[in-house]
């Protein structure tokens, strides 16, 4: 594999701007004491991991997600089914746009599934072990020679019956505006016969769809999280589409090109966006996050 399909985006600091309502210093301050609780309580989480399993291990594992990312000021929105998989013990590759950290947050509070991941997440304290117990496939982004047994693995657990989930993007975008989805990753779904089920993540204050939780640009993690601390009202919008049957797509880029078109067709009507001049993905309302 060439790095070719290592991906880039074009959103940059000049995406994440606006007006939107921040709460006070002492919120904030106390917002970031009550994450940082829910994720050291994660520790207790790891043993409630070991000793449970099926929905009992998998309510668990959703109710810390939902904690942690209320811990952070942001609300849970979920539209369409409650969960990724329309049967149980069936496999299904879910595959989401990308914005920021709490994507994964968010996808997890919805139904804890397999993520493929970057590999550094594994080494995040706290959070990587627990990512890593949840079977997290990491993908190594300097060695793409490792795609094709990625791919396997994924077949693998989708064979199994596992809910995997992709960022098929391959990089964060602002969440106005976002990239081609990579069809290599859609292989694995090809190989195990399973559904694809897209979804689309939207960050929104009030009635405004908001970049600042998009983790783009010069952004480092604290600089990431410091924003969403101070945000009044943030919420993170799960729309769960329809599932793509199997045998709809003969090819990896055919499926690829299926999802993406099914995402794109989500549009942030009814909602303004932040105004910036400082970048090209904004308008007086929104566009299709695809545009």
């Given at each position: 594999?060439?790095?070719?399909?290592?991906?880039?985006?074009?959103?940059?600091?000049?995406?994440?701007?606006?007006?939107?309502?921040?709460?006070?210093?002492?919120?904030?301050?106390?917002?970031?004491?009550?994450?940082?609780?829910?994720?050291?309580?994660?520790?207790?989480?790891?043993?409630?991991?070991?000793?449970?399993?099926?929905?009992?291990?998998?309510?668990?594992?959703?109710?810390?997600?939902?904690?942690?990312?209320?811990?952070?000021?942001?609300?849970?929105?979920?539209?369409?089914?409650?969960?990724?998989?329309?049967?149980?013990?069936?496999?299904?590759?879910?595959?989401?746009?990308?914005?920021?950290?709490?994507?994964?947050?968010?996808?997890?509070?919805?139904?804890?599934?397999?993520?493929?991941?970057?590999?550094?997440?594994?080494?995040?304290?706290?959070?990587?072990?627990?990512?890593?117990?949840?079977?997290?496939?990491?993908?190594?982004?300097?060695?793409?020679?490792?795609?094709?047994?990625?791919?396997?693995?994924?077949?693998?657990?989708?064979?199994?019956?596992?809910?995997?989930?992709?960022?098929?993007?391959?990089?964060?975008?602002c969440g106005l505006a976002g990239g081609r989805y990579k069809p290599a990753l859609f292989q694995a779904a090809l190989d195990a016969g399973v559904p694809v089920r897209p979804i689309v993540l939207r960050y929104r204050v009030g009635e405004r769809t908001t970049t600042h939780p998009a983790f783009v640009g010069s952004d480092t993690l604290v600089d990431s999280i410091k924003r969403v601390l101070s945000l009044k009202g943030l919420v993170v919008e799960v729309h769960v589409l329809d599932e793509i049957a199997p045998g709809r797509a003969s090819t990896r880029r055919e499926l690829a090109a299926l999802a993406e078109s099914q995402a794109n067709r989500l549009t942030s009507s009814g909602l303004e966006v932040e105004r910036s001049e400082r970048d090209s993905h904004r308008a007086a309302t929104s566009t299709p996050l695809g545009a």
């Open positions: 594999m060439s790095h070719a399909w290592m991906p880039t985006s074009p959103c940059g600091d000049g995406c994440v701007g606006g007006q939107v309502p921040q709460v006070g210093k002492v919120r904030q301050v106390w917002r970031a004491f009550a994450a940082v609780t829910m994720i050291l309580c994660g520790v207790f989480l790891l043993l409630g991991i070991a000793v449970t399993r099926g929905r009992t291990r998998e309510t668990l594992v959703r109710n810390w997600f939902h904690a942690v990312l209320r811990g952070f000021g942001a609300r849970l929105k979920v539209h369409g089914p409650k969960r990724f998989q329309e049967t149980r013990g069936r496999g299904v590759l879910v595959v989401a746009n990308h914005v920021s950290w709490l994507d994964e947050l968010a996808i997890d509070a919805v139904q804890p599934i397999r993520i493929v991941a970057k590999r550094d997440i594994k080494d995040w304290p706290v959070l990587g072990p627990i990512i890593t117990s949840a079977r997290t496939v990491y993908l190594d982004r300097e060695r793409l020679r490792l795609l094709p047994g990625t791919v396997r693995e994924l077949s693998d657990a989708l064979r199994e019956g596992a809910a995997v989930g992709i960022h098929a993007e391959g990089t964060t975008w």
